[in-house]
């Protein structure tokens, strides 16, 4: 499969984004789906994940209340809405797709996308 992120940007803090990531392929749906991000200097972290069905969703700590994981299978795109946004979330944001439910390694995941750059400025 594959992946193509985009709708990363600047905006300033407090603003909001949208990502989207496109995927390829007939088996989308059957994919565990998640939102890694890396920031200069820093190993790729876990941002949220949802499930196949998208009934189970994720979040990392650092951004749960903030943003929104969601999919539609029937577009193959999954989605990354960022409201609230702060100076630290700026980093490289990839999509990822197989990979394993209860696990936020990035090494749980098999395919990657290109990553998208959000820029928050204070």
């Known amino acids: 499969v594959q992946l193509q992120a985009f709708g990363g940007g600047l905006v300033q803090a407090g603003g909001s984004l949208r990502l989207s990531c496109a995927a390829s392929?007939?088996?989308?749906?059957?994919?565990?789906m998640g939102w890694f991000r890396q920031a200069p200097g820093k190993e790729r972290e876990f941002v949220a994940a949802?499930?196949?069905?998208?009934?189970?969703?994720s979040y990392a700590d650092s951004v749960k209340g903030r943003f929104t994981i969601s999919r539609d299978n029937a577009k193959n795109t999954v989605y990354l809405q960022m409201n609230s946004l702060k100076p630290e979330d700026t980093a490289v944001y990839y999509c990822?797709?197989?990979?394993?439910?209860?696990?936020?390694?990035?090494?749980?995941?098999?395919?990657w996308g290109q990553g998208t750059q959000v820029t928050v400025s204070s």
């Open positions: 949802i499930s196949w069905s998208g009934t189970s969703t």
């Open positions: 392929g007939r088996t989308f749906s059957r994919y565990v």
């Open positions: 990822a797709a197989d990979g394993e439910w209860g696990y936020y390694s990035a090494s749980a995941y098999d395919y």
